[in-house]
């Protein structure tokens, strides 16, 4: 649908988004090492994907892993199944949405909320996704019910900013983030109903779309508003006093719109 490049919103209450950063690279690191055997060895890289992917049928009773796959309890799933991914592209694209926009989601919640947040959203993808097939025997690999939770979260917070992106991946176009990713999460929904049968799980993504809406208003800061309404006020806002000050050359000098994003 889109590629997401950058967007201009600088972080305010953290220095580095050390969370986001670290979860990128676990998530690269852990491909890395599982995607050696699905080069060499089909049943090796299958054996991982059952191992610590998440499997409905084996959380919901209907179906047991064979003993040589069982390495973890099963409840780990819910998490672990998020940091294995099938192929670059797949790593690709849920890795450049958490880097774009999860460093404002760490910004607004801290460091450890942000952590606890990313691994409840990506529960809650699982879950949504257990709930859509109960029966499937197929493991469910990817982040991208954590990431979808965190566009969300992004969405609710900084509705206003602009996001540059590739629409359909070769046109740069810079829009506010209400409208590339309210239209993102439409689709997602979209998808669910037109597209029942897709190797995509479009539950998982829609579980961590309502995760990340319902988290983002109770983990965030206390001064941190939701829908830009800082933002917005800083722009609205009026001077109460009553004269200009004068510039050394005779001019009004302007004061800074302290509501205007920065690049990061």
């Known amino acids: 649908m889109f590629i997401p490049l950058h967007d201009a919103n600088a972080l305010e209450h953290v220095k580095r988004q050390y969370v986001t950063l670290a979860l990128i690279v676990l998530n690269v690191v852990v491909f890395l090492i599982t995607a050696t055997p699905q080069i060499s060895d089909v049943q090796e890289a299958n054996a991982i994907f059952f191992s610590y992917g998440f499997v409905p049928a084996v959380i919901n009773d209907t179906a047991a892993l064979p003993l040589e796959f069982v390495v973890l309890p099963e409840a780990a ?12 592209m797949h790593i690709a694209g849920n890795m450049l949405f958490l880097w774009v926009f999860g460093d404002n989601v760490e910004d607004a919640m801290g460091h450890f909320k942000f952590l606890i947040f990313y691994l409840l959203c990506a529960s809650a993808g699982a879950y949504a996704h257990s709930l859509a097939i109960p029966t499937s025997q197929s493991p469910l690999i990817g982040a991208s019910g954590a990431t979808a ?3 969300s979260a992004y969405l609710l917070l900084h509705p206003r900013v602009k996001v540059w992106i590739l629409a359909f991946g070769r046109i740069p176009l810079r829009l506010s983030a209400m409208w590339v990713l309210g239209a993102w999460i439409l689709y997602q929904v979209f998808s669910l109903i037109a597209f029942a049968d897709s190797e995509v799980s479009w539950a998982a993504h829609i579980g961590g779309i309502i995760a990340g809406i319902i988290l983002i208003p109770i ?7 939701l829908l830009d309404k800082n933002l917005r006020d800083a722009r609205t806002s009026v001077p109460v006093t009553g004269q200009r000050k004068q510039s050394p050359i005779g001019k009004p000098q302007l004061s800074r719109d302290w509501g205007r994003p920065e690049d990061k």
């Open 77 to 88: 799933s819910y998490i672990t199944y998020s940091f294995l991914h099938a192929n670059f």
């Open 149 to 151: 939770g965190v566009v």
């Open 219 to 225: 983990m965030k800061r206390s001064s941190v508003s």
